[in-house]
């Protein structure tokens, strides 16, 4: 790499910087060749399309006051190589929990969980986490604050979403 590929290459990258935009890569790799290093990256991760293993989430209402207590919104299970091909989602009409996992990603953070608002239309909480292995209690819990919802005479402030991740039996 020559000294005028340093400076175009330093330049990009503090025009694109603040624009969240910066990607990793040589200056001399091909757009093709880029791809076939993120197909690799990806083919070398644990969880394929035929991943059997079970993913259950929840999402749920909760409220703190007086006690502690939660009220079901949503919830799925499936095999993990559903989440890799297409990603999951579950909702109650107002509120969706969806997981994916996004082979693009340069991290190892390629695993994706969101709780987002359908009226409002944005993400409440999201987190993004290394793919997921057995062993554990959950995964990720989220929990957002939302405008409060009334079920069975109990209001509820916040929602939040949790899931865990099994061998099938």
């Not at 790799?29 to 791809?35: L, P, Q, R």
């Not at 399309?49 to 207590?69: I, K």
């Not at 939660?70 to 929990?97: E, I, K, N």
């Not at 997981?99 to 993400?123: M, R, T, W, Y």
Request: hydrophobic residues 45%.
């Amino acid at each position: 790499m020559n000294m005028l590929s340093i400076n175009k290459l330093s330049w990009t990258l503090l025009v694109l910087a603040p624009a969240g935009l910066v990607a990793c890569g040589s200056p001399d790799a091909t757009t093709e060749e880029a791809a076939q290093d993120g197909v690799a990256q990806a083919a070398a991760q644990p969880a394929t399309t035929n991943d059997p293993r079970l993913l259950s989430c929840f999402l749920e209402y909760q409220a703190f006051v007086p006690t502690w207590q939660v009220a079901p919104a949503a919830s799925f299970v499936t095999t993990f190589g559903r989440v890799v091909d297409t990603g999951v989602w579950a909702s109650d009409g107002a509120y969706q929990l969806s997981v994916e996992v996004n082979p693009g990603v340069v991290s190892s953070l390629k695993f994706e969980a969101d709780i987002f608002d359908i009226a409002a239309g944005h993400v409440l909480s999201s987190v993004e986490l290394p793919l997921p292995q057995v062993g554990g209690d959950w995964l990720f819990e989220l929990d957002g604050t939302i405008p409060p919802v009334t079920r069975s005479g109990v209001t509820f402030p916040g929602i939040r979403a949790y899931c865990s991740i099994k061998n099938p039996s």
